[in-house]
C-alpha cells in the first residue's frame, strides 16, 4: 500500500483516523481502497504503520515533500511562494511563469542562508505539480497567438491523475502565427477577456459572485452534501427534489430556491424547468439516483423500468429542459457544465459479481445518454462529466464509519468538477482521485 500511496492519501488517511479514533485499521483499510481507487485492499500492518509514521507524513505533506520522498530544496521558498499564489488568487492577480520566477528571486533574497538555486523551467514545473496548480497558454483563441504561459490560481487536489494532464499540458508550446484547433478549456474560464488592451488569460469565472448550480436529487445524502458544500462556497444553489420546498433537510439548509423536480417525471421536469426560466445556470448536477434491489428471479419488469426513467431518461430530459439556462450561463460566464453523478456497477468491465439487474442496465444506459449530450451540447460550449459518487445513497441510516461520507465524495467530486475542461474525452472518473474507470 505505501508504495501506491501519495503522501497527500496517507495524509488524508490519518486523518481519518483521527476523525473516527476507534475505528478499526482493516476498516480504515477498506476504507483507503475506495476513497484512493487502490488495485486491492491494504494489509492491516501496512495501515499500522501509516499510523505510526503520522508526524512524519505530516511534516512531508506541510513542506511539499513528493511520494518519492525527495523534499524540496528550500521548504522556506516552497511555503512563501505558495501563499504567494494563494493570495494572488483571492484577489484575482493572473500570473505567469515569469512572474513567479520573479517573485521566487526576491523571496530567496531574504532567506537568510538559502541555498543557491538556478530557479530553472524543472524547479518551476516541480513546484506547480507539487501544489497542484493549472498551466495553460494565456490566449484561449484559435489564431494561435500565444505568448507567456498563465498560471491557473485555484489550488487544487495533487494527484497522479491530474499530474500527468499538467505535464502533458505544460509539454505544449504556442507557436507565434501559427494557425491552430482551440485548446480544452478549462471549467470555469471565462469567456470575458479581463483587459481588452491585452492578451491576458481571463480570470477562473467560479471565482468570482453570482455563480448558480442546479442538483437534482438534493433530498438524498449526496445531494443535501453538494448543496451544503456549494453554499459554503460563495454559489446560488438551486435545490431539486420531488418534494419541493417541503423537504426540512433542504429548508434547513436555506439554498437559494427550492423547487419541486422529479427526474423519473417528465411533466414534473418541464413544471420544474419553467420555475427557474431565465436563470442562467453554470453548473447542473444530476443527483437523483433510485436503486431497487434486483436479482435473477426477483428483478420486475416495473423495478427496471422505473430505475431507467430516474437513472438514465431523467438526467437527459433535466439537461434538455435546462438546456437555456445552460447557454445564458455561457453567454454570462464562457461555458456551462453538466455532471452525472454514476456508478461504477453500470461498468460492463467491472460486472462480476452480477445482481440488481435494473440498476446496472440504467446507470450503463445513463453513460450512453451523457456520452451523446457530449456531442450535442459541446457546440454551444456546455461540457458533460460522468463521475462514480463511492457514496451509498438508500434511504437508510448514517453511513457507517468505514464508509465513504458523502462530505468526503463531495469535496473530491467538487475538485474533478472544477479541473474539468471543455472538449475533453468522456470518461467515467473515480470521485477520489480522478482516476479512469473502464466502463
Known amino acids: 500500500m505505501v508504495q501506491w500511496m501519495t503522501v497527500s492519501q496517507k495524509f488524508d488517511l490519518i486523518q481519518k483516523h483521527r476523525q473516527n479514533p476507534s475505528l478499526p485499521t482493516r476498516k480504515l483499510a477498506l476504507w483507503a481502497h475506495e476513497t484512493f481507487n487502490l488495485p486491492t485492499v491494504p494489509t492491516v500492518a501496512t495501515v499500522s504503520r501509516v499510523l505510526k509514521s503520522a508526524k512524519d507524513i505530516e511534516d512531508k505533506q506541510r513542506h511539499g515533500i513528493t511520494r518519492k520522498g525527495h523534499g524540496v530544496s528550500c521548504p522556506e521558498l516552497d511555503m512563501a511562494l505558495r501563499l504567494y499564489v494563494e493570495n494572488c488568487a483571492q484577489n484575482h492577480v493572473h500570473l505567469t511563469r515569469r512572474i513567479l520566477v520573479e517573485k521566487a528571486r526576491e523571496i530567496l533574497e531574504t532567506i537568510p542562508n538559502a541555498p543557491v538555486l538556478s530557479l530553472s523551467a524543472g524547479w518551476l514545473t516541480s513546484f506547480i505539480r507539487r501544489h497542484g496548480m493549472g498551466l495553460r497558454p494565456r490566449s484561449m483563441q484559435t489564431d494561435g497567438l500565444g505568448g507567456d504561459t498563465g498560471i491557473q490560481n485555484e489550488i487544487l487536489m495533487s494527484t497522479r491523475a491530474q499530474n500527468a494532464a499538467l505535464s502533458r499540458s505544460i509539454g505544449r508550446k504556442s507557436r507565434i502565427g501559427t494557425s491552430k484547433r482551440a485548446r480544452p478549456t478549462q471549467l470555469g474560464l471565462s469567456a470575458t477577456p479581463i483587459s481588452t488592451l491585452t492578451n491576458e488569460l481571463p480570470f477562473p469565472v467560479y471565482t468570482g459572485p453570482n455563480r448558480t448550480v442546479l442538483i437534482t436529487g438534493a433530498d438524498n445524502k449526496t445531494g443535501v452534501a453538494f448543496v451544503r458544500f456549494y453554499i459554503q462556497e460563495g454559489w446560488n444553489v438551486i435545490a431539486a427534489c420531488p418534494e419541493g420546498d417541503k423537504c426540512v433537510k433542504l429548508t434547513q439548509l436555506s439554498p437559494a430556491r427550492i423547487i419541486a423536480m422529479d427526474p423519473g417525471d417528465h411533466e414534473s421536469v418541464v413544471k420544474g424547468a419553467e420555475m427557474v426560466k431565465d436563470v442562467p445556470i453554470d453548473l447542473l448536477i444530476n443527483n437523483a439516483r433510485l436503486f431497487i434491489k434486483g436479482y435473477l428471479h426477483s428483478s420486475t419488469p416495473e423495478d427496471c423500468i422505473r430505475q431507467y ?40 468491465r467491472d460486472n462480476v459479481t452480477g445482481g440488481s439487474y435494473g440498476f446496472r442496465a440504467s446507470i450503463t444506459a445513463l453513460h450512453m445518454f451523457t456520452k451523446t449530450l457530449v456531442a450535442d451540447f459541446l457546440p454551444h460550449k456546455i461540457g458533460c462529466v460522468l463521475l462514480h459518487s463511492g457514496v451509498d445513497d438508500k434511504p437508510v441510516e448514517l453511513p457507517r464509519s468505514a464508509d465513504v461520507w458523502p462530505e468526503e465524495s463531495v469535496a473530491r467530486m467538487a475538485q474533478i468538477i472544477a479541473r474539468s475542461r471543455l472538449g475533453e474525452p468522456l470518461q467515467l472518473r473515480h470521485f477520489g482521485n480522478g482516476d479512469i474507470i473502464d466502463w
Open 309 to 348: 426513467q430516474v437513472n438514465a431518461l431523467g438526467p437527459f430530459l433535466v439537461a434538455r429542459a435546462l438546456l437555456q439556462n445552460l447557454r445564458l450561463g455561457v453567454r454570462n460566464r464562457g461555458m456551462a457544465f453538466v455532471v452525472n453523478i454514476s456508478s461504477r456497477v453500470g461498468s460492463i
